[in-house]
């Protein structure tokens, strides 16, 4: 797909060793959450290829599974647009920070942009930014992607027989996450920066339960770059003094 990531060198193969190695249950998560999706399209009575066409040209995690139910009522495409928006409106933060330097070709840095899931994003920034490369990062979102495409695929096609009544799916997500952020805070601790996530998470579910994501990602953006000022004002005065 492209060429600077499938280009067959020792090099190359080093770096699909390593992003497997980090990387490799995470996609085995996805791909059980995959299965979720397949067996939803199915379950709302779509046919079995839809699956892997959303899930490879949207990818966009949690957005599909609502995307099914509306597609099944017949929405109209403005309520499926702003809905999509809404739930993926965290993505807009992760550009922030997201190491999108490191990737060097133009169609390497179309294909990260387009890639950039909350599970690449939590991967990715976990690794030391020296130890980033081009085939690393891309290496990660492409074992995401296709982990995705081919759960779905196996949950279409299966989904009409023994795993339709298959409950629990839908939780491999936070538990995935749960243990992302273990791991990311196990590898730079930061007690402070993980005070504000919580903090902020809770004022928006006390305030604003519908937009819960939303409002908890602005404020918490907000609390770091507030942390950062404060930060640098205070290593200026020190420096003065």
Known sequence: MIQEVLSPTPRHRDELAKAAFHAGMVWAGIFALGIGLGVVVTSHGLPWWLAPIISGILFAGSVEFILIGMLSAGASVPAIAVTTFLVNSRHLFYGLSFPLDRVRSRPG???SMFALCDEAYA?????DPEDLNTRRILWTQCGLHLSWVAGATVGALAGASFL????GLDFVLIAMFLVLTIDTYRSRPDFRGAALAVSSALVALALVPGALVLVAMCAYS????ARHY???ARQGQTSHA
Do not use: P
């Open 123 to 127: 991967l990715i920034t976990a690794v």
């Open 164 to 167: 339709s009544g298959l409950k």
């Open 222 to 225: 907000i609390a770091l770059i």
């Open 230 to 232: 404060l930060t640098r």
């Open 109 to 111: 840095k179309a294909y």
